[in-house]
């Protein structure tokens, strides 16, 4: 069975902190992919990156950049000098090819204080 | 323009009652999901059509019926609301299989009185 932990239920920052979400994962399938959507206070689903189990090279956009190691089943974000627009929840999330659908973890919110 | 647009935004109604929620997206996405996201915030796909076909159903009570005139609209039907039944509801599109990245309307925050 394929599953999700994000550990971490609830980060708090100051405004400028470095912030890492952990995500790890469990499936014995070699082929899937790996998501990260944010979900800022005000509702919706934001997709932010997906990651294929063939490729390991970590990722960076602006701020926000992806960690992700096979060898401990974990796609992990960090946040370089956090905004207070950084707030919200942030799930992390696997599919299987030919699943045909998203298993979530229980997501991560992040505070970030000004 | 809106790329998944979900109405209602809120429902409030009394248990008992059948109440739908509707669902369209412009993007030319062929398959469409419908998750339910609980108080705690996790979130547990329901429902998901390809090509109007229903590909996915996850167990969901079959008070729970969604339908897809075409693929681009996909709406939920639920009768004989239930207190459990309170949470938001997101419908999401994708092209392709789930693998893809899926885009999510706002949601619908229904809540059971």
């Known amino acids: 069975a394929q599953k999700v932990t994000q550990a971490q239920t609830e980060i708090s920052v100051v405004e400028k902190e470095d912030v890492t979400l952990d995500c790890v994962y469990e499936?014995?399938?070699?082929?899937?992919?790996l998501f990260w959507y944010k979900q800022p206070p005000s509702g919706e689903l934001v997709f932010l990156i997906r990651?294929?189990?063939?490729?390991?090279q970590n990722e960076i956009s602006g701020r926000y950049s992806w960690n992700f190691q096979k060898s401990t089943s974990s796609f992990n974000f960090t946040i370089t000098a956090s905004q207070v627009v950084d707030s919200a929840v942030y799930f992390c999330?696997?599919?299987?090819?030919?699943?045909?659908?998203?298993?979530f973890g229980t997501g991560t919110r992040l505070q970030v204080f000004p | 323009d809106t790329a998944v647009s979900q109405t209602p935004k809120y429902l409030v109604t009394q248990m008992g009652n059948d109440k739908s929620i509707k669902c369209e997206q412009n993007?030319?996405?062929?398959?469409m999901y419908w998750y339910k996201q609980d108080s705690k915030k996790f979130l547990k796909i329901m429902f998901s059509?390809?090509?109007?076909?229903?590909?996915i159903n996850e167990t969901v009570p079959n008070r729970f019926s969604p339908k897809s005139p075409d693929k681009a609209h996909l709406n939920l039907h639920i009768n004989s609301l239930e207190l459990g039944d309170s949470a938001v509801y997101f419908c999401?599109?994708?092209?392709?299989?789930?693998?893809?990245?899926?885009?999510f309307g706002d949601g619908t925050r229904l809540s059971i009185l």
């Open positions: 999401a599109s994708s092209q392709g299989r789930v693998h893809r990245p899926q885009h």
């Open positions: 499936t014995r399938d070699t082929t899937y992919y």
């Open positions: 990651r294929n189990s063939f490729d390991e």
């Open positions: 999330a696997l599919t299987l090819v030919g699943a045909d659908k998203l298993i």
């Open positions: 993007l030319g996405h062929d398959t």
């Open positions: 059509y390809n090509n109007k076909e229903l590909i």
